[in-house]
């Protein structure tokens, strides 16, 4: 088992919607989870991160995390083309070691 | 305030050779980690170093070894490569207590 889970995708939504994305991770200790977006050819770009139960927002995306699940989402209000990348789903079971999910990929079409 | 910055952005290399990579952190920040991304495929963290020390590694071989100097920089080593190898190498730096990593731009590894 993987530690952390992601659907590859691609997933296609129309400009203006909402897209979601899904990650599930295995060790039930994982106190932080962060979502990265990463554009062709280029490495990965912090989006935000979140510690506790529940939603955070943050402009058009909002984070959502059921530790007792274990899975963590983001949500992309309003979608753009520019949106169109791969999210990177990332679980920091210790301090000191983070494990990245394989990535959906979105795209945005206008 | 420069973020993380990789050197070289890429690299030719033939079976068996070595390789080393280099990375200086985002300003104010000592805590460096090396991660591998096949293509495809999510970051896999290879090892994070703290105070010139190899405090935590994931399941590499250890022909990856890698060194952090005092001024935070580090470098990447790979010994003997194989195809295999081939990979974006990414570089991610966090501050002290901090756990948030911020990337650099990589250095991408062709293996021939």
């Known amino acids: 088992q993987k530690e952390v889970e992601q659907n590859s995708g691609p997933l296609s939504v129309p400009e203006g919607a909402i897209a979601s994305l899904n990650c599930t991770y295995s060790d039930r200790g994982s106190q932080s989870f962060f979502w990265y977006r990463q554009y062709s050819g280029k490495s990965p770009e912090l989006i935000m991160f979140?510690?506790?139960?529940g939603d955070k927002e943050d402009g058009r995306f909002t984070a959502q995390l059921n530790k007792a699940s274990q899975y963590v989402s983001l949500l992309i209000r309003d979608s753009q083309p520019s949106d169109s990348a791969t999210y990177l789903c990332a679980v920091n079971p210790n301090f000191n070691k983070f494990y990245f999910g394989s990535g959906t990929k979105l795209n945005v079409k206008p | 305030d420069a973020g993380v910055t990789q050197s070289p952005t890429h690299l030719i290399k033939t079976r068996g050779q070595q390789v080393t990579l280099r990375c200086s952190p985002k300003?104010?920040?000592?805590?460096v980690s090396w991660y591998q991304q096949a293509l495809g495929q999510g970051p896999q963290f290879i090892f994070q170093y703290y105070e010139e020390e190899e405090r935590q590694r994931g399941n590499f071989p250890d022909r990856f070894s890698g060194h952090q100097f005092p001024n935070y920089s580090s470098e990447l080593n790979v010994n003997a490569l194989l195809l295999g190898d081939s990979a974006l190498y990414l570089c991610a730096s966090s501050s002290p207590g901090g756990e948030t990593q911020y990337f650099g731009p990589g250095t991408r590894l062709l293996v021939l």
């Open positions: 979140i510690y506790s139960n």
């Open positions: 300003s104010g920040h000592d805590t």
